[in-house]
């Protein structure tokens, strides 16, 4: 599974890069502005076209997603193309970022624009990556008008459901992806939790042969990564804080502190000779 970095804040992207494990970035809207405002509160002056030029610079070498802000297709569809011009040409790695549906009301006329201006973009050429999905047939339809990526939101539909339970959860905690019991399994529709929602999503695609990959979003703990994984997603895009945590388990930790402690010092001393006589391994100096 790849693994990308949902954020807009460029020293988090720095970071993430150097790990070597970097597989993309996604950002929306609600991302650049906490990144704008958190250079703000320091006093700093945020130019956008510079600060994102910066950005994609430096995840040069894997995809950046960027969102439109449009509701109609026709703004969806402009803004894609303006975006994709002005900011592919600086490493060519920028995906569109469209909503499958951008209806601010669900009695507006516009539940196709974002699926209508999805086809148009990707007639272009453009790689579009296919956000807010909450249902697997909005990944069908996402899919199926040509976009590249779909991002079911897994974290915010395990927030819907815990919204119908009585009992007070912070939005990090793990949900069970077999569902949360409250007598009855509570659902939204069918899903039982955001995870089921991603292997819902990884079926129905694959089921048909659709070529767009699903990358699982809005994850918040090490747990649901697992899982989007064992679900079957292609990507998952975890904010810095997990990417953070992924590694980190107390086992590992006293294992080391065990294996540190151990080392003798004819050990030791069997790095020190090599760095002093100079290794014939390349690298070892
Ligand atoms: O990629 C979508 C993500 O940024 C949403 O995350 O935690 O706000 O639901 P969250």
Redesign the pocket.
Known sequence: MKIFL?SAELEEVELAASYGILDGV?T?P??IKKAVSSRQQRGEDVDLQAYLHKLLETAADVPVSLEVIGTRREEIEKEGIFLFGQFNPIADNVTIKVPVNPALSEDGDNHYAGVEAIKALADRGIPVNC?LVFTPEQALLGAKAGASIV?P?A??LD?YLREQNKQIFD?KDYFPADGLKQGDVLDDNGLVSGIDLVGQCVDILAEFGLAAEVLA??L?NTRQVREAALAGAQIA?L?FEVISRLLVHPKTIEGMQGFTRDVVPEYARLFEEKKEKGSRIQGFE
Do not use: Q
Request: no cysteine; charged share 30%; proline share 6%.
């Open positions: 949902d996604t929306n609600s991302l956000t991002s939101f974290g915010r927030d939005k979003a809005s918040r895009t904010p």
